[in-house]
């Protein structure tokens, strides 16, 4: 048996009815053209075929008296129970699939049996179909997660179909360790965490400072933020949101401003969030607090366990800008940076499980309606793969996270860069947050406003550099060349095209608050032929 650790343990002995711990994906496939037969009935039989369940699949909790948890192989799994299939009434939009989707999203896990689930979801317009993929964080991460639950799609359109409950994950080879390996193994954990003392100290001494107001520390001090009304903890009913951004213009934005892809959708987020408030006559006087899991996963680890940590990161005020926004954001992530580089992973694990813990505690007790709250929202920025995937033919289009919520807060944006878009799925409290809908209109909104600045800035530096040529008759195939850039950015920030959901529907637009946005996304394949993960 293997056991779980302190982490592993932690998302368990905090689940409630009202804050399940489990992580899950939306998939949408387009069936192949001309398939003679039922495609969805043929893949669902096809995937119940192959009932031989493998590592990490088959694994079930055990708990010790001590308290304790293990994993323990189940011999007798009912593959039927954690495998099914669903119809959506007809027409069967975007907005049926996720108030499905929401209903499955806030349904705990049975802990007597291996904790995923998979439900194909047929029905959908447009000869497409879902697959929506549950998981429970003391399992794995999200990293990991995403790892094991694409396995069975393939880049060959022509590949066979293996599920992935079917597929012997690779591992490296078990060792029994002898008495003194053990102990020398132990005795490292140990060393290692008393390593950590000081530069854990040094941290919270930096944060009780800042607190005080007589030291200004590279990361936000929890329990320090601004309240909102999705500061909350959350009750047990669920929304659920998507919306897509395309990944080179937002890489784009990157390039020219010399800010990361994250630092990109951060912003966006802020932004989205604020223009969403704002709608709503809330003003914030402070800046947001995002939480931000950064991994702790070694290149080539192939151990299911969590190794992630969680950091805070400051936003904008709402005054700012968008390009100022991103310049402040910018700044907030780099200094976070610096301070994690002196921290060691078993000191981020420490400051993470000690923080979310008083945050669980502020969640039991109520306290979450006096104090204010460690954080706003959480967001996480995770990389998938670059080029398209399909299973028995059927390709996938998109891919949604839709994550779990923390003590203490009503709100997730999970992303998931997937063949050139950014997959924007959000989760929040239904009571918090009944119109989730609109916050990811706002998403989009915010997209075109920070795209909208930043290539009028760059059309502005650059025709200050022609009225500079102009001061002399040399350098006239400069002058042409910086006219072509101009031309570019023009045309560029003019086109009116519109953003692709992953199905045909027919939204409420959300009118923006700071700027009108004077075009709209496109996704087709011109603007994402060069897809990079985030």
Excluded at 8 to 25: I, R
Excluded at 302 to 309: E, G, M
Excluded at 363 to 384: A, K
Excluded at 467 to 482: F, G, H, P, R, V
Aim: proline fraction near 6%; charged fraction near 20%; hydrophobic fraction near 40%.
């Amino acid at each position: 048996m293997q056991a779980l650790t302190l982490v592993d343990m932690g998302f368990l002995y905090t689940e409630t009815v009202a804050s399940p711990k489990h992580v899950a994906g939306l998939q949408i496939f387009t069936a192949p053209k001309d398939y003679e037969g039922n495609f969805t009935r043929d893949l669902f039989d096809s995937l119940m075929s192959q009932d031989e369940i493998k590592t990490p699949f088959n694994l079930k909790l055990k708990k010790q008296l001590t308290g304790q948890y293990y994993w323990k192989e189940d011999d007798n799994i009912d593959l039927s129970y954690h495998v099914r299939f669903a119809m959506l009434p007809q027409p069967g939009n975007e907005s049926q699939l996720l108030h499905f989707v929401e209903h499955q999203h806030e349904t705990l896990l049975d802990r007597n049996r291996p904790l995923w689930e998979m439900i194909l979801i047929d029905g959908l317009e447009d000869n497409k179909f879902a697959i929506y993929l549950k998981a429970h964080h003391a399992f794995t991460d999200g990293a990991k997660a995403n790892q094991l639950l694409m396995s069975y799609l393939n880049g060959d359109s022509n590949a066979p179909m293996t599920a992935f409950w079917n597929i012997e994950p690779k591992q490296k080879e078990k060792q029994n360790d002898s008495m003194l390996q053990s102990v020398t193994k132990t005795s490292k954990k140990l060393t290692n965490q008393v390593k950590s003392i000081p530069s854990l100290t040094k941290l919270t001494t930096k944060l009780l400072f800042q607190a005080a107001n007589v030291y200004k520390a590279d990361m936000p001090t929890p329990f320090m933020a601004p309240k909102t009304p999705f500061s909350i903890s959350p009750k047990r009913a669920r929304r659920a949101a998507v919306s897509a951004l395309p990944l080179t213009r937002v890489k784009r934005i990157g390039k020219m401003t010399g800010a990361t892809i994250n630092d990109v959708v951060v912003t966006i987020c802020d932004m989205a969030i604020h223009n969403y408030l704002a709608n709503k006559n809330f003003n914030l006087k402070k800046p947001l607090v995002a939480q931000m899991p950064m991994s702790l996963r070694d290149a080539g680890d192939t151990v299911t366990n969590n190794q992630v940590a969680i950091s805070l990161v400051e936003l904008a005020y709402r005054g700012e800008s968008p390009l100022e926004r991103l310049m402040t954001i910018k700044d907030s992530c780099i200094k976070l940076k610096k301070e994690t580089r002196l921290l060691t992973k078993e000191a981020l694990t420490s400051y993470t499980m000690a923080s979310q813990g008083l945050a669980v505690v502020s969640e039991l007790f109520n306290l979450d309606t006096v104090l204010p709250p460690m954080g706003n929202v959480l967001i996480s920025n995770v990389p998938g793969p670059r080029e398209p995937l399909y299973m028995m033919g059927a390709k996938m289009e998109q891919c949604f996270p839709i994550s779990v919520l923390p003590p203490g807060m009503s709100l997730n944006i999970t992303l998931y860069s997937y063949n050139g878009l950014i997959n924007v799925g959000l989760v929040s409290c239904r009571s918090a947050l009944p119109d989730l809908t609109d916050l990811a209109e706002f998403v989009n909104n915010a997209f075109i406003e920070l795209e909208n600045e930043v290539l009028e800035s760059a059309a502005v530096s650059v025709s200050e550099q022609i009225a500079q040529l102009t001061m002399t008759n040399d350098n006239s195939d400069i002058k042409q060349e910086s006219l072509a850039i101009i031309e570019q950015l023009l045309a560029e920030k003019n086109k009116k095209n519109d953003i692709k959901t992953p199905l045909k529907t027919q939204k409420k637009r959300v009118k923006p608050v700071e700027k009108p946005a004077v075009n709209v996304i496109s996704t087709d394949t011109a603007e994402t032929a060069v897809p990079a993960s985030v």
